[in-house]
């Protein structure tokens, strides 16, 4: 199977849930160019509120591991289903369907989340959003605009 894949995670707290810091954090980027890699391959970029958002990139070769993402290839089609979170609120009972991608292909999937610290008891927020495509794909491909975008995007308290 030849899947490029890309994680970009954003994490905060409450102190970036208004005002300027908000409007900061709206403005991160959902994708980044790929390094250059022989695919099939993973690149994850994390950006956390305590480091001010500066995006801090990892690549692993493979496919994202199925605990995250489900990817089945059927009659030369990639079928993409997100893994939520099972830590992360809210549930989500209704889901969107799979994602099915012919070879070229691409998509983008958004999901947020809120947490609750283990041992403080405060809330921490994440947006995920996945990047992923079907084949061999230039490495500027998820700075272009996705035929499909899954928005799974739900209003976080």
Not at 21 to 27: L, M, S, T
Not at 46 to 69: C, I, K, N, W, Y
Request: aromatic content about 8%.
């Amino acid at each position: 199977m030849y899947v490029v894949a890309q994680w970009v995670r954003a994490s905060w707290t409450k102190q970036s849930r208004g005002g300027q810091q908000a409007a900061r954090r709206n403005r991160l980027p959902v994708a980044f160019a790929l390094p250059e890699s022989g695919a099939p391959c993973t690149h994850e970029v994390t950006m956390h509120e305590a480091d001010g958002f500066q995006p801090q990139a990892d690549l692993r070769a493979g496919p994202p591991s199925r605990d995250v993402v489900r990817l089945d290839l059927a009659d030369g089609m990639l079928r993409v289903d997100l893994v939520p979170s099972s830590w992360g609120i809210p549930r989500r009972h209704r889901r969107p369907p799979a994602v099915r991608l012919a070879p070229g292909e691409w998509t983008r999937w958004h999901i947020n989340y809120r947490f609750t610290g283990h041992r403080s008891g405060n809330w921490h927020y994440r947006l995920d959003t996945l990047n992923i495509a079907h084949g061999p794909v230039p490495v500027d491909i998820f700075l272009t605009e996705p035929r499909r975008v899954v928005d799974e995007r739900a209003h976080l308290r």
